[in-house]
């Protein structure tokens, strides 16, 4: 039996297409680009950052029984994330997102996740039936939570016992699929990681900055609410604690899929290691911008 980790990554793996245009686009434009193939969906994003982070993360999704699926499969083990809790079990093919980046940053995506959300709640099954934990077991550890999943995935996870000792970190994926984590508002142990955008969509109004909307979300339950903006400062929020925040340097961005997950990966890390708020706020800024910025085919650093 492999070892039960103490990070999982629970929501979309699945296969990122990015086309990269040179030039700013408008609807119907055909232009020479680059195009590539990687590794993608939130849940498997933040796996993999953490990966690189030097730590050892599991991810729950599902991943078909096709050729993409082994292939994904066997790229994400060689990348340091462990798949032995995968749910591979639907008869649809592995998930496939698509999407075209110019330098304005994101002009389209179309995410096909329609394999996840058939699984639903067979996810959990690791977490429910001793493999992992159980309602009278209850794993216990970091719990990276994706707004791909089915509303009434969510839902269980809020409620159910198995997870009660586990710590949630949760990121909406994109602000149209925000208000699925009402139910996680109030959890003593969630930790959300949303851009301001998504924080409007949750509490239903607009705010002029990160630290206004964080403030927000923590007002109407959350324990502890990290806002990032872009380019414009990131804040901190939380429950009987002082608001912090920190800006971004000043950079290029040359891709801007993943952006979030790079933060959110590196704002874990941070944490699991020790380092305080304000540090784990500006380590996980520093991270993102170097995403942004990085060769979006080779991930090499822009020199």
Same mark, same amino acid.
């Given at each position: ?26 609807? *119907? ?47 994400? /083990?060689?990348? *340091? ?12 093919? $592995? ?5 075209? #980046? ?10 096909? !996740? ?67 984590? $009402? ?14 955008? #998504?924080?409007?969509?949750?509490? *239903? ?9 964080? /403030? ?30 920190? #800006? ?10 993943? !952006? ?10 941070? /944490? ?9 706020? /500006? ?9 942004? $910025?990085?060769?979006?085919?080779? *991930?090499?650093?822009?020199?």
């Amino acid at each position: 039996m492999p070892d039960t980790p103490q990070i999982l990554c629970l929501g979309a793996m699945l296969w990122d297409v990015i086309g990269h245009s040179p030039v700013s686009l408008r609807p *119907g434009d055909d232009v020479a680009g680059r195009i590539h193939q990687r590794p993608g969906g939130v849940a498997l994003n933040v796996a993999v950052a953490l990966a690189r982070n030097g730590l050892h993360p599991a991810i729950l999704s599902a991943v078909g029984r096709d050729a993409p699926g082994e292939a994904l499969i066997a790229e994400t /083990e060689r990348l *340091g994330v462990a798949t032995d809790w995968l749910w591979r079990d639907g008869p649809l093919p $592995t998930d496939l997102y698509m999407a075209v #980046e110019t330098p304005d940053g994101l002009f389209a995506a179309i995410a096909d !996740a329609h394999g996840l959300e058939a699984a639903g709640t067979d996810i959990l099954a690791a977490m429910q039936d001793g493999r992992l934990g159980s309602d009278d077991a209850p794993w216990q550890g970091t719990l990276v939570i994706d707004g791909n999943l089915t509303r009434q995935t969510l839902a269980m996870i809020a409620a159910s016992p198995f997870l009660a000792r586990a710590s949630l970190r949760i990121v909406p994926a994109s602000p149209d699929k925000a208000t699925r984590l $009402t139910p996680l508002l109030d959890h003593p142990n969630a930790i959300f990681h949303i851009n301001r955008a #998504e924080a409007e969509a949750i509490a *239903g109004q607009q705010y002029n900055c990160a630290a206004s909307a964080a /403030e927000a979300i923590v007002a109407i339950g959350a324990a502890r609410v990290i806002v990032t903006d872009g380019p414009r400062l990131a804040a901190d929020a939380a429950q009987r604690l002082s608001t912090i925040t920190h #800006e971004p340097p000043p950079v290029t961005a040359r891709h801007v899929t993943g !952006a979030g997950d790079a933060f959110l990966a590196a704002h874990l890390a941070a /944490e699991l290691a020790g380092l305080p708020r304000a540090d784990a706020l /500006e380590r996980a800024i520093l991270a993102a911008s170097a995403h942004i $910025t990085a060769h979006p085919v080779t *991930g090499k650093d822009h020199a």
